[in-house]
């Protein structure tokens, strides 16, 4: 019972800490691309996010076909695309219609395999997002999430949580805004042990804004409120990616 307490207060204390922010959503139209390895669950995660966003005054464009991205029409009106996508491959022309939207200021956001373990061929992309995984050892363990950047409103007011899921091991670009880390132990791969691994970061791809988080294999694992509110404060931030000014740019 004093746990259950404990996890209604934390809920409540991440939710009302957005109360008061203006809506950034509203009147943003985003394409949410879902497919690829099943394991991560595109479907019921996209379902889970997508009423979210409507509720926020988004229009929100499904996509079960990566060939969205070669649509240049809907590419030009879109504020940001959403992907979860795992594995897969990409066409030529699939990867130019998303990599040139984002270059010119579509905004990008994703999770976990869905954004960072896509197209393993097309290092393009790769490039784009900022890393991509390599490894998660011991499958689902428990680890935690440290916040290090306190000041950034993504991670602001956020506290270091727990997750009992697949800590991603990354190679990730040094040119990465990095939000929160986890530190691995020996326990699975002695040679990381006491490795601090990026989880959350922001970055730019030409004009667009990327962001990324390593969290939430399934759709439970955003049941975390910590997990869901950082993905929700990323897309908040991403989907202003066309609208930046760049006096503003200071991230
Ligand atoms: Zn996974």
Not at 27 to 36: A, C, T
Not at 60 to 65: D, I
Not at 181 to 190: D, I, M, V
Not at 232 to 245: M, N, P, Q, T, Y
């Amino acid at each position: 019972m004093k746990k259950l307490f404990i996890i209604l207060l934390a809920i409540v204390c991440v939710s009302c800490q957005t109360t008061d922010k203006e809506n950034v959503l509203k009147d943003k139209v985003i394409l949410f691309v879902y497919g690829g390895w099943d394991g991560h669950e595109p479907k019921q995660c996209h379902d889970l996010l997508k009423p979210w966003l409507e509720e926020q005054g988004a229009t929100v464009y499904s996509s079960q076909s990566l060939d969205s991205y070669t649509n240049k029409e809907l590419m030009e009106k879109v504020d940001l695309v959403i992907q979860t996508w795992t594995m897969g491959t990409m066409t030529g022309a699939q990867e130019k219609g998303l990599t040139e939207a984002v270059r010119n200021g579509v905004g990008l956001a994703g999770w976990h395999g869905g954004l960072g373990d896509s197209f393993r061929n097309s290092t393009e992309y790769q490039f784009m997002v900022g890393g991509q995984w390599v490894a998660h050892p011991g499958n689902k363990v428990d680890y935690d999430v440290d916040i290090i950047d306190k000041k950034d409103p993504v991670t602001k007011g956020l506290k270091k949580f727990h997750m009992k899921s697949e800590q991603y091991y990354m190679h990730v670009d040094p040119g990465v805004k990095v939000l929160a880390t986890t530190t691995f132990n020996g326990e699975h791969a002695s040679w990381i042990d006491g490795v601090i691994m990026p989880v959350v970061w922001k970055k730019y791809y030409g004009k667009g804004r990327v962001f990324y988080s390593s969290l939430c294999h399934d759709a439970n694992d955003f049941n975390v409120p910590e997990a869901l509110e950082i993905m929700k404060r990323g897309i908040e931030w991403a989907v202003l990616s066309k609208e930046e000014d760049e006096e503003d740019d200071d991230d």
